[in-house]
């Protein structure tokens, strides 16, 4: 089984196996099904395809954004960096709020918060919370950005409806390189969040593609 500290230098990890856990992923899936009763009117009226997504998350735009020495945190900084439907962000506008989700949600919180009490080290030192909910419509992507706001750790569990069609990117602070690691249906993909090494990362997709969010920070 996976195993990392909390101070582990190694600041990507893929976490396999838990594509297998069928209790996980029933309650993820039920979870979906709610987001898309509860966003269709939203997606219908509201969501807009953008000619420059793609372009948006290229290793071009990276550059350009580096070259400018400016931070680009999150959607609650920069409300124009993604096109995707947000669930349960407060004091953000467009935002979907349902209870019924947000009960999905849960539930699905304290399957991840259970999961990795079994890959961090020392899990009873760290406070888990929920970040961000998203829905990415075909053509949607979320720009460049480093989630400087929340250091820590940041886990995210991505559901693709069709794999090979959307992708987590990112730059390695370490060398540069930008690597881009597509989706299969299921993804699990934990990464660190560092003022010294800012963790570049970018999403776009060309299929319904769902992210729950979690930032795992030391107890204060």
């Not at 992923?25 to 099904?33: A, G, N, Q, R, S």
């Not at 699905?108 to 020392?122: M, N, Q, T, V």
């Not at 987590?168 to 969040?193: A, C, E, H, K």
Request: aromatic letters at 12%; hydrophobic letters at 35%.
């Amino acid at each position: 089984m996976m195993r990392i500290s909390f101070d582990s230098q190694v600041i990507f990890h893929e976490i396999n196996g838990w594509e297998k856990d069928s209790v996980l992923k029933d309650v993820i899936l039920t979870c979906v099904e709610a987001q898309k009763k509860a966003g269709e009117a939203k997606w219908k009226d509201d969501f807009r395809t953008d000619d420059n997504a793609i372009k948006s998350v290229s290793p071009e735009a990276l550059e350009e954004i580096l070259r400018s020495g400016k931070d680009i945190s999150d959607i609650r900084t920069e409300q124009n960096l993604s096109n995707c439907m947000v669930f349960h962000t407060k004091n953000l506008d467009g935002t979907v709020l349902d209870a019924s989700v947000l009960d999905l949600r849960q539930r699905a919180d304290k399957l991840i918060c259970e999961r990795l009490g079994h890959i961090f080290e020392e899990p009873e030192k760290l406070l888990i919370q929920m970040s961000g909910h998203f829905w990415y419509p075909p053509g949607g992507y979320m720009g460049w950005h480093t989630n400087l706001r929340k250091p820590g750790w940041r886990l995210y569990v991505n559901y693709a409806q069709e794999a090979g069609k959307s992708f987590f990117r990112y730059r390695d602070p370490d060398n540069g390189r930008i690597v881009t690691s597509m989706d299969q249906i299921w993804n699990f993909r934990l990464f660190l969040i560092s003022p010294e090494k800012p963790f570049w990362h970018a999403v776009y997709s060309q299929t319904n593609r769902f992210s729950f969010g979690y930032t795992i920070q030391r107890k204060p």
